[in-house]
């Protein structure tokens, strides 16, 4: 890890995280904290090119296009499933990561907003989470808009999922081909960015729809994004590295360097949440870890 040691860092700048306790904060998780745990990405069905209804894949124009699409999000489905029990994540700093994050909200009260289609917050532990691209682990029926809680499809057998309501086809309950735009959560997000003065963004892009709509009420608020290997206070200011926070904190020499010895740059942007913490709660992080 590089050492900033060139910035100006302010004398105050832990006093910029004071708001994150005493104003109404939002939390929004993109998909660089995913990614530590090697989860398929769901791009393509929110920005690429199965965002799209034009796509030559759509799945809701015929049965071979149906089948390719759905083998596809199946097998990513099978993979995100195998985190839903944190106990059995085999990576230490993978659970750090979500007892952190855990520990956070505990502390913090705030909403989640889940800028994946993925379920992997919800499914750890972690509250009031919008899920403004569906999840990927509940069903809904294309032609009647019945949700359901599950769906299992077998790419061996090839065979459509069909509604038991209408007859329709069965498809994941998630953003793609400009199809199931969550415009309720959608509204939900506008809401709550009206309502709370902070944004601890964890991970995020915010040339996203519907973030890139929202860019002016985003900037107006105190900003806290968390980076690979580094902190950036309201909308890219002020970049701190994760090792100039350690020491300003005032742990040892060998904390600050074993830092550098993760496994990963984003296991190293991770373990911001565990300064963040000990800031906030005034180093009892013993406590909000129970």
Known sequence: MSDNSNIDIPKNWKNRLSPLIELPTLCVIGYDFQAEFNMPHFTDTICGGWSKPECALNPFTSETNYHAVMNWIGWRKKIICQFEHPELIPKLAQQQ???????LQQLLGFDIVDQTPSGFLAANQLNDVHEVYGNVKRSK???CGKRSEGWQYDATAKKILICKDCGGWIFPDISMF??????DEKSRLAMRLSEVENLLCIGVDFNL???VEFKTTIQQKNLVEIMPKKIVFDYGEQVISIKEIAKTFGFPEAGVNALEKTPST???????????NIALSGGDLARLMK
Not at 97 to 103: D, F, G, K, P, V
């Open 141 to 143: 029926c294309h032609s």
């Open 178 to 183: 400009g199809w199931n735009e969550q415009p």
């Open 97 to 103: 990561s979500l007892t952190q994050l855990r520990a």
């Open 266 to 276: 984003l296991a190293e942007s991770l373990s911001f949440f565990y300064w963040l």
């Open 209 to 211: 729809h519907p973030f």
